[in-house]
């Protein structure tokens, strides 16, 4: 059998042949990698967005949960503050005393009933010796019927005067004083201040007149410091 020989231009052009196959398989091998690849690394990115976009939305809903329990708390936390007040008004307003003492501070000089060269009867009320100028308050919540100089109509021995009426059916005289700071028709409340004390009309000295009445009128007199203390008020 005779040996062929490959004509040498031609062998050249068959490695040329095979080199570029192998190169188009390498070139296509890599394209078909990169596709791959390509392929693999966007749902990766897809999947990280998605995360993070989940995770902003549920950061936003533990959010808006959160400023809703603050704000449900601050709403509760108000209404116990209104109700606190509330509470504490209607304590106030109940513990609040019917009667009071006319004025604070005093002392005790002629008493009712007592006898003396300075009345033409026996005294029909309870002198309390104060400072001019000392505030004088309602013994108790009711309507002005008399108010003015000559002991509101009841004669110039009492001087400037003011008689306050009560839902009881009995009245309050305070007499003597300097400065009348209210007007007939007017309402006031227990501890309300009515007037100033003085010393005018009959009086030996600077005090508060008070009386406890069963009319408006002079004369209905009653022990006013016993009326007082029925009441729970002592002097």
Do not use: C
């Not at 002005?144 to 009560?166: C, E, L, M, S, T």
């Amino acid at each position: 059998m005779s040996k062929r020989v490959m004509n040498p231009a031609t062998r050249v052009a068959a490695v040329a042949l095979a080199t570029a196959g192998l190169g188009a398989s390498l070139v296509a091998g890599a394209g078909s990698a990169f596709a791959a690849e390509g392929k693999a690394v966007v749902p990766t990115a897809a999947t990280a967005s998605a995360a993070v976009a989940a995770q902003a939305e549920t950061q936003a809903h533990l959010a808006a949960q959160v400023k809703a329990a603050a704000a449900k708390k601050t709403v509760a936390v108000k209404a116990t503050a209104v109700k606190a007040t509330a509470t504490k008004k209607a304590v106030t307003a109940k513990k609040a005393p019917a009667w009071v003492k006319p004025v604070s501070s005093y002392t005790l000089s002629a008493s009712f009933n007592q006898g003396g060269a300075m009345w033409a009867h026996k005294h029909s009320g309870q002198d309390f010796a104060v400072p001019v100028g000392t505030p004088v308050k309602a013994a108790g919540a009711g309507t002005v019927v008399k108010a003015g100089p000559y002991g509101g109509g009841d004669g110039p021995a009492y001087g400037n005067a003011i008689v306050i009426k009560h839902a009881n059916g009995k009245y309050s005289q305070y007499a003597h004083l300097s400065k009348i700071q209210v007007k007939i028709g007017q309402k006031v409340g227990a501890g309300q201040r009515i007037a100033l004390s003085g010393n005018t009309g009959n009086s030996s000295g600077p005090h508060l007149h008070f009386e406890i009445r069963t009319t408006p009128n002079y004369g209905s007199a009653v022990n006013p410091a016993a009326f007082l203390r029925a009441h729970g008020v002592g002097i």
